[in-house]
């Protein structure tokens, strides 16, 4: 059968495209689809990011609907132009990947004539707010199915938003390792150091990053060839900032700000800390691993899945600055354990999780839904 028969027209949705989790996996879905068997497509609300040079270089189209309010007249234009091009364009599956669209652009979606509409949850609800909590519950009434990515959020889902499980399709992220070849070079962000303790993340309230800091500050005197690292921007940057100073840390504690270039910063941490507060399934700590960072977490959402306690990295209470630290002791003591486990940890992310294998597994999802279609 000719290839412009065979393709199916796949447009995956996202508010922007910027350093998220969430764009950052649809990106790497968007490029990594199997080309023979889908032309796949992009919509976002703001046109900017550092993905969409990524994509348009790929070839990928993006088309924008510039939404900037919840409810507002060029909302509903902006939504109308959305089912409008699904229907011109003849899409056949539209994928949501975050919560603006899931909200705000599904609905519109839905009115299309003949296209599969797909939710994501990537995240626990209790980071939307009242209205959007609704509204996700609203379009989960509308959508064929929700993807989500670890097993805690299909869980979180059946039990607390009364989600059918057969609607729920689980679909881990993936890694693209060829951006991520392990290498421990010191980037110069970082001071001198014999030992890094960082983060990469948006720096941003729920990622718990108070505790990552008070637990460093519980071992910083008794190792002080060690410092700490906060790879990332967002509004938690000058609070911490603040304590680094309060408590006479400030020539031991850098701050990087966003950055595309992930893996050359992981290559210069060597104790990668995720203290998340609320988390599903973590790009940056499965990027970590796979950059062979010593893992330690946050015993919340999908960490637990990505880190073997023991055995491919430490967990430790979430909010309990002196568990932490008593994991960075036993890191930073013994390096010769830190170093057998990390490479436990970088070989599990290269074996379970390369994208390859997440793009076969969407794939699989979206043949549920695409297999009859001619």
């Not at 014999?194 to 990622?207: D, I, N, Q, S, W």
């Not at 008794?222 to 906060?230: K, N």
């Not at 609070?239 to 992930?262: H, W």
Request: proline share 5%.
């Amino acid at each position: 059968m000719p290839e412009s028969v065979t393709r199916k027209r796949v447009l995956l949705l996202s508010r922007m495209l910027t350093q998220g989790g969430s764009e950052r996996q649809l990106t790497l879905m968007a490029l990594n689809l199997d080309r023979r068997r889908y032309d796949v497509r992009v919509g976002v609300m703001i046109d900017n990011g550092i993905r969409a040079d990524d994509l348009r270089a790929a070839g990928i189209p993006i088309s924008v609907y510039p939404i900037r309010k919840l409810v507002s007249p060029g909302t509903l234009r902006q939504g109308w132009a959305l089912k409008c091009y699904i229907e011109r364009e003849k899409i056949d599956l539209v994928h949501s990947f975050d919560v603006p669209m899931n909200a705000i652009g599904l609905p519109f979606a839905r009115m299309s004539r003949g296209a599969v509409i797909l939710s994501s949850q990537r995240a626990h609800r209790e980071l939307s707010d009242g209205i959007y909590r609704r509204l996700l519950r609203f379009s989960d009434r509308l959508v064929a199915g929700t993807v989500v990515n670890c097993d805690f959020v299909r869980r979180h889902l059946i039990e607390d938003e009364g989600v059918a499980p057969g609607r729920i399709h689980l679909c881990y992220n993936g890694l693209d390792l060829s951006a991520l070849a392990p290498s421990r070079a010191r980037p110069a962000a970082f001071g001198p150091a014999e030992t890094v303790v960082g983060v990469v993340c948006a720096l941003r309230p729920e990622k718990g990053l108070e505790t990552l800091f008070e637990g460093f500050a519980h071992v910083a005197a008794e190792f002080p060839a060690a410092r700490l690292a906060f790879v990332g921007g967002g509004p938690m940057r000058e609070p911490l900032t603040q304590m680094a100073r309060e408590r006479g840390l400030a020539d031991r504690v850098d701050f990087t700000g966003e950055t595309k270039e992930v893996a050359r910063m992981l290559a210069g941490i060597d104790i990668f800390v995720l203290p998340s507060r609320s988390e599903a399934l973590s790009n940056s700590l499965m990027e970590a691993m796979a950059m062979g960072c010593f893992a330690i977490a946050s015993r919340v959402g999908g960490n637990p899945e990505l880190v073997t306690d023991g055995e491919t990295g430490l967990l430790f209470e979430r909010d309990r600055p002196e568990d932490l630290a008593r994991a960075l002791r036993q890191a930073l003591r013994n390096p010769d354990w830190r170093r057998d486990l990390a490479r436990a940890g970088e070989r599990r992310m290269r074996t379970e999780f390369p994208v390859e294998r997440a793009a076969q597994r969407m794939s699989e999802i979206y043949e549920l839904f695409l297999g009859n279609r001619a």
